[in-house]
Each structure stands twice: as structure tokens, then as C-alpha cells.
């Protein structure tokens, strides 16, 4: 089983959808949780991190969930910019941070 | 603050040649990272070091890999010889503080990357 675990997608939606990513872990003990956006052809960026309480910055909202070793990203409104890969992250004190391989999504108008 | 620099931004080279990529972190930033991406199987960490130290080399594919850290401010990965397999877009990272002490201190700052092309 892999670390990090996405739906490499490709998500395809229209612009103002809703759309939802899960991704999943099995390290129980991980300590911190991103998520990284990366363009075609570009370095990877964080996007926001991931707290217990769950957060939300704009139109991105991240959950967690440590019972079932999972988190997700939930983009509202999506726009035509937000066509990119998104990178699912973990981190914990036995390896440093571990990458998805990425769900990709495109906004199409 | 000019981000993590590497160079060359591409390589093209025959199998067989020494391929040597260039990293400069951030200034203050603790850890450097090397990782390697390819479609099918996405981003890798390779090797990291703390404080000019490599901690973890486990991610390393064989011998024929090599990572150095002579100072705080430069970084090498080299790969001799290269085969075609190499080839991928290597990218270094770095980051500032120790993880699990702040949040905030775990973000880290990719370079460009170097796409590395053996023929």
C-alpha cells in the first residue's frame, strides 16, 4: 500500500462547480497535512495547510480525518486559474513529507 | 528573497555522461531536499539533509546517485553513469525550522526544477 494514496482524476468540471478531493494515508502517527498545488511544467506551491479543526481560506476549505486516516479538499466556485494538479502531503516523524501523486483538475468554461 | 535556485533549468545528455544539478536554498533555511518527479511515479523524495548533513538517503535509486552538501548555500546530485530512466524533472526544496515544533515551519519552497533528458 502506498504512503499517500489520491484519485490521480482527472477531475473535469464547469466553472462554478463544486468539486471534492480525497486522499488518504497509513502512517497513523503523521503530524501535519498540506496541500500543494502545482501548474504544468512548474514546482509544486503550497495551497494550505490541513489543521485538526479543519480550515478554510477563500474558496478552499481542507478537512481531516484521523480516525479515518484521510483528508480532502473542497473547492467552491471553482475558476478557470484553479486548473492545476493538486498534491496531497504528509508528514510525520518517521519520514519527512510524503507526496501524492495528484489529482488533476481542469475548469473548463 | 530570490526562492531556491537550480541550475540547469534543462539537460539533455547521452547515456552514460555524469549529470551534476545545482541547488542554492533559501538563506536560513535548515533543510534541502531532493526529489524526483515522472508521470508514472510522480514526485519522489530522494535524499534530505538537515543543517548541511543528509539524514535520510533512503529514497536514492542505486549507486550510480550521489548527493552532497558542502556549506549552507549549495547543494549537488549527481548521477554517473546516467541511463535513459534517469531522465525526470529533479526538483530541490528547502525549509526553515525543525517540523512538529510550528506548523508554519513545515512549508516547503520548491525550485524551478532541472528537466534532465538522457538519450
Known amino acids: 500500500r502506498k504512503e499517500v494514496e489520491q484519485d490521480p482524476g482527472p477531475f473535469n468540471v464547469p466553472e462554478g462547480a463544486t468539486v471534492a478531493f480525497n486522499c488518504t494515508y497509513s502512517?497513523?502517527?503523521?503530524?501535519?497535512f498540506f496541500w500543494y498545488r502545482q501548474d504544468c511544467r512548474k514546482e509544486p506551491k503550497l495551497l494550505m495547510s490541513v489543521y485538526s479543526s479543519g480550515n478554510e481560506d477563500g474558496r478552499f476549505t481542507a478537512q481531516l480525518n484521523r480516525a479515518s486516516q484521510y483528508i480532502s479538499l473542497l473547492i467552491r466556485d471553482s475558476k478557470l486559474s484553479d486548473s492545476a494538479t493538486y498534491l496531497c502531503?504528509?508528514?510525520?516523524?518517521?519520514?519527512?513529507?510524503?507526496f501524492g501523486a495528484g489529482t488533476r483538475l481542469t475548469v473548463k468554461p | 528573497d530570490a526562492g531556491v535556485i537550480q541550475s540547469p533549468r534543462h539537460e539533455v545528455t547521452e547515456m552514460g555522461q555524469e549529470v551534476t544539478l545545482r541547488c542554492k536554498p533559501i538563506?536560513?533555511?535548515?533543510?534541502l531536499f531532493w526529489y524526483r518527479q515522472t508521470m508514472m511515479r510522480g514526485l519522489e523524495l530522494l535524499i534530505y539533509f538537515n543543517n548541511n548533513v543528509p539524514i535520510d538517503d533512503s529514497g536514492m535509486p542505486e549507486d550510480r546517485f550521489s548527493a552532497k552538501m558542502p556549506n549552507a548555500s549549495f547543494s549537488t546530485l549527481k548521477i554517473q553513469p546516467s541511463e535513459p530512466r534517469d531522465s525526470a524533472v529533479y526538483f530541490c526544496?528547502?525549509?526553515?525550522?525543525?517540523?512538529?515544533?510550528?506548523?508554519?515551519?513545515?512549508?516547503?519552497?520548491f525550485g524551478p526544477g532541472t528537466r534532465l533528458t538522457v538519450l
Open positions: 538563506s536560513g533555511h535548515d533543510y
Open positions: 502531503v504528509v508528514n510525520s516523524w518517521r519520514w519527512d513529507m510524503r
Open positions: 502512517n497513523s502517527a503523521s503530524q501535519s
Open positions: 526544496a528547502s525549509r526553515r525550522g525543525d517540523r512538529g515544533r510550528d506548523p508554519q515551519f513545515d512549508e516547503q519552497f
